[in-house]
Every structure is written in structure tokens, then in C-alpha cells.
């Protein structure tokens, strides 16, 4: 018998907690399950609902949508939720996002099946939720509560979560036999710019501001200040890049950052580079750490849960405070001044990546995930 999983998502659009249910659904097609895809809402990203549209017709997985309009309370949604899922036959849903949590746990309320599980992609449960009381009744609800790494794992704990019903799968990449071509210099604009270091930071450009943007820039300014000659790399887009490179216009840091944009050729661009930054205040895993790792790249990443599970400082990247540039900016120093050093982190993280966060070893704990769940409500 195949188990039916339905991973409920917000969206198709960027982002580390639909790529992994996508990623999921993809390595489970070739296995003992049927699943499928769905997304709550409406306003989806056409690039990337392409991209994950022929990947799981690749992988011969079904793509759902329930057209939710964002911000609006809807009770079609939650019966339309519910209406699919017995017509699929599901056996597990597996949301992710608070919002689809939400969705989930009140659409099958009453219902004695399927088995609700739900992933933890962050540390901002209450953030969205706002409402503690609200998570204590959901909780109930799930039968199982996935954290992608030790510092989300912690946090759920310490947010009052019960160990029994909480586990930790570690978020993992897809990697190759062997790294994409590096784009040059040329297709980026930058092949005046041949004796510069290349420095290069991926992350959105949201207003809740977790990647710490400010902070890089304000690291780079710092650098510039000290003479260093170097070019900042930033992929991403959203609502503040307008804000961000106003800032870069600004003389101490005017011809140093050039803005990539959105971009699905992250790896090639990561090839091209020469040290990976990040300033996050906040995250759930360092899915671009690991892609920076896979690369080959020396990394330096803030000291905040979910990327101190990634690196340990000093063995396979440095970890610097949040908020704090001028760290930053040292951490950077020290690799533009030990490049033998550099490499040496940069080749441990790699093997690292390279065994221990892979796409492969996530799927295979998240089907024995399912099947220990599916043998305890006997369905299996």
C-alpha cells in the first residue's frame, strides 16, 4: 500500500520551507508513497511555480492550489482543504507555515484522520501567531512536530512544545556529482573589477529584516573606510532593496555592491565568488550556508540558532556576534589576510555538507517518519 502525503505550503515562491516540501514530495515519488503538493494562496511567484512545477512533473507528483486570498478570513478555503483531501485519499498532511498549520488543523478538525504533522522552519512561531494560547490548542492537534535543526529544536522546546511529540530532521541540499560551472566575471558586469575580491551574500530583502542587510552593508562600509579592495555580491530581492541601494549610492560604498536580483542560478554565481557573508538576525537553517559549503567557499555566518548547528567556528567557517559590522568586517579581514586559512575552512565545510546535509539522507528520515506514524494508527 503507498502512503498518500499531501504537503500543505504556502505558496509557490521563494523560499527555504517550500523548496524543502517540494523537495520532499520529489524524493518520495520513487518510493512506498504517493505524494502531492498544495499551496494555500494565490499569490505565487511565476518563475519559481515554473521551476517547481517541472520538477515534481518530473517526479510525477500531482500539484494542487486552494486560491486563498492573502489576509482574508475564507471558510471555502478550509472546505475546499478538506474536500481534496478525501479526494486524494490522503493519509498524512504536512504542513508548513504557520498559516497551513492553522489551515490543517481546523479543516480535518473532527476528523479521526489523516495524520497531521507539522515542520518548525523557524524561530517566529509566536511572532505570527501571536497568540500562545491559540499554539496550545494546535499542538494538539499534530501528531508529530519536525524542527530542521537543533537551534529551532530548542526554541520549540523552551516555547513549551512536549519532547515526545518533537523531532529533529536536519534541512539538507541537492548536490551534484560535481559543482556547476562558475559564471565570470563578464556576465555579471564586473570584468572591470579582475583584482577585486568577491564577496557575495544571499538572502531576501524583506521588511522583517532577519537576513541583517544593514549590518553587512555597514561591515562593507567599514572595509571600504580601511582601504580593502573587494566587491559585494547581494542575491535577492524584496520590499527594502530599493532602501539597500539607495545606501549603496552613498560614497562609502558607491561601485562596491551590485544588487543580482532574484536568481535561479545561485551555484554557479556562489563558483564565482571568493568569501560567503551572511548577517542574519534570525533563521531557521543555513540553507545558503550549505549551498556556499557545496561550493566551495570559506564562510563567515552570524553566532544565532540555526546556523551555530551548521558552523563551528574556527573548524569549517567563522561565527560572528548579530548586529555587530565590525566584527563582521574583521571576520572578513582575517580571511582576505589567510587565504591558506581560508581554504581550510572552506574544504571542511564542504566535506561536511557534503555527508551530513544532503537532500538524500532528508527524505529517507522523513519516510521513516511517516511509515512509524502510519504503523501506530494502523493504517500500515
Request: hydrophobic share 30%; no cysteine; charged share 25%.
Given at each position: 500500500m503507498r502512503l498518500s502525503v499531501l504537503h500543505l505550503i504556502n505558496g509557490y515562491h521563494v523560499g527555504g520551507d517550500n523548496t524543502l516540501a517540494c523537495n520532499i514530495a520529489s524524493g518520495l515519488s520513487n518510493?512506498?508513497?504517493?505524494?502531492?503538493v498544495c499551496a494555500m494562496f494565490q499569490d505565487n511567484d511565476p518563475a519559481t511555480a515554473s521551476r517547481f512545477q517541472a520538477q515534481l512533473a518530473l517526479a510525477g507528483v500531482d500539484m494542487h492550489r486552494l486560491e486563498k486570498v492573502r489576509h482574508r478570513k475564507s471558510l471555502g478555503v478550509l472546505l475546499r482543504l478538506r474536500r481534496l483531501v478525501h479526494e486524494l485519499g490522503v493519509h498524512i498532511i504536512h504542513s508548513h507555515?504557520?498559516?497551513?498549520?492553522?489551515?490543517?488543523?481546523?479543516?480535518m478538525a473532527g476528523s479521526a484522520s489523516p495524520i497531521l504533522i507539522r515542520t518548525l522552519h523557524s524561530t517566529d512561531f509566536d511572532f505570527h501567531f501571536g497568540h500562545k494560547a491559540m499554539e496550545r490548542v494546535l499542538r494538539g492537534r499534530f501528531s508529530a512536530s519536525v524542527a530542521i535543526s537543533p537551534g529551532v529544536r530548542d526554541w520549540a522546546l523552551a516555547f513549551g512544545l512536549s519532547p515526545n511529540s518533537l523531532q529533529i530532521i536536519?534541512?539538507?541540499?541537492?548536490l551534484g556529482d560535481s559543482r556547476p560551472l562558475p559564471v565570470t566575471r563578464e556576465s555579471l558586469g564586473l570584468e572591470a573589477l579582475d583584482d577585486c575580491h568577491l564577496l557575495v551574500?544571499?538572502?531576501r530583502m524583506e521588511e522583517d529584516r532577519v537576513k541583517g542587510h544593514e549590518y553587512l552593508l555597514e561591515a562593507m562600509s567599514l572595509l571600504a573606510g580601511r582601504g580593502r579592495r573587494f566587491h559585494l555580491l547581494m542575491v535577492g530581492d524584496g520590499a527594502l532593496r530599493p532602501q539597500y541601494e539607495a545606501r549603496c549610492r552613498q560614497p562609502d560604498l558607491a561601485g562596491r555592491v551590485t544588487f543580482l536580483g532574484r536568481r535561479h542560478d545561485v551555484a554557479a554565481i556562489l563558483g564565482a565568488c571568493g568569501i560567503f557573508v551572511t548577517a542574519a538576525v534570525r533563521e531557521g537553517f543555513g540553507l545558503a550556508v550549505c549551498e556556499a559549503g557545496a561550493a566551495g567557499l570559506p564562510v563567515i555566518a552570524t553566532d544565532i540558532p540555526g546556523l551555530d548547528g551548521v558552523i563551528q567556528h574556527g573548524v569549517d567557517g567563522l561565527l560572528v556576534p548579530p548586529r555587530a559590522p565590525e566584527a563582521l568586517a574583521q571576520a572578513v579581514e582575517r580571511l582576505l589576510d589567510d587565504p591558506l586559512g581560508a581554504q581550510t575552512l572552506a574544504r571542511t565545510l564542504e566535506q561536511k555538507v557534503r555527508t551530513r546535509f544532503t537532500l538524500a539522507r532528508?527524505?529517507?528520515e522523513h519516510a521513516a517518519l511517516y511509515q512509524r506514524l502510519a504503523?501506530?494508527?494502523r493504517i500500515l
Open positions: 518510493k512506498d508513497f504517493q505524494p502531492h507555515g504557520n498559516s497551513p498549520d492553522l489551515h490543517a488543523a481546523i479543516a536536519e534541512n539538507g541540499i541537492q551574500s544571499v538572502g532528508v527524505v529517507e504503523r501506530e494508527r
